[in-house]
């Protein structure tokens, strides 16, 4: 990706990241967040080992690692939809605003379009 390429990127990118218990769980909520057009892609990996303080002690838990790609205008609706079906008490939501090329963006933003504007191919 070139200075070009994200100075060409006219759409605000974020990436949630949230962890969930199961391989089968985080595999549902992929599914969810893309079928509600929530989310372009959710990439799971794992499983990772979370060390975490919860209810004043120390715990340690194997968890799978789901990264959520989406625009700004659609990064509260993600955010909701992933604690609203959580099974956590507290569930991790991190998001952070990304920088991609201009044909990545784009895909993004067609992908979560409301109006179910998706016409490119793309990936995660």
Known sequence: MTPEDIERSSSALVEIRTTCATEEAAAALAARLVGDRLAACVQ???????????????????EWRCTCKT??????????????SHTYE????????????????TWVSE???????ATGAGRG
Do not use: F, H, L
């Open 90 to 105: 507290t569930p991790e939501i991190v998001m952070a605003a990304i920088t991609a090329s201009a044909a990545y963006a």
């Open 44 to 62: 799971i990996d794992g499983p990772v080992c979370s060390t975490y303080t919860w209810k004043g002690r120390p715990e340690t838990a194997t």
């Open 111 to 117: 992908s979560v379009a409301e109006d179910g504007g």
């Open 71 to 84: 625009t700004m205008a659609r990064s509260a609706a993600c955010a909701a939809a992933i604690a609203a």
